[in-house]
């Protein structure tokens, strides 16, 4: 069974950069079998995906974001990692990794000075 943990900064000042990473265990991130999303839930807001990463290293974005956001991954630590730019208080949300129907437990990046 996949399982997926998020980790990274819980706060972040305005115009600075986002960094998340998730850890994947029982899975390999290189399979074709997933694909690895980042999505966000602001509070009071439905779930955005922001994008994806597949088996090959190819990413895409959801457009409204696509200037901003970018996913990577490392192979050797089975990791795959999101950075999202020029962050306001509107980026304020609760973070998902994602594979299809296995979720990370969330974590919380407010942004704020």
């Known amino acids: 069974q996949v399982q997926l943990q998020e980790s990274g900064p819980g706060l972040v000042k305005p115009s600075q950069t986002l960094s998340l990473t998730c850890t994947v265990s029982g899975g390999s991130i290189t399979t074709s079998y997933y694909a690895w999303s980042w999505i966000r839930q602001p509070p009071g807001k439905g779930l955005e995906w922001m994008g994806v990463?597949?088996?090959?290293?190819?990413?895409y974005y959801n457009p409204s974001l696509k200037s901003r956001t970018s996913i990577s991954r490392d192979t050797s630590k089975n990791q795959f990692s999101l950075q999202l730019s020029s962050v306001t208080p509107e980026d304020t949300a609760v973070y998902y990794c994602?594979?299809?129907?296995?979720w990370g437990q969330g974590t919380q990046v407010t942004v704020s000075s």
């Open positions: 994602n594979a299809f129907n296995y």
């Open positions: 990463i597949v088996y090959d290293g190819s990413s």
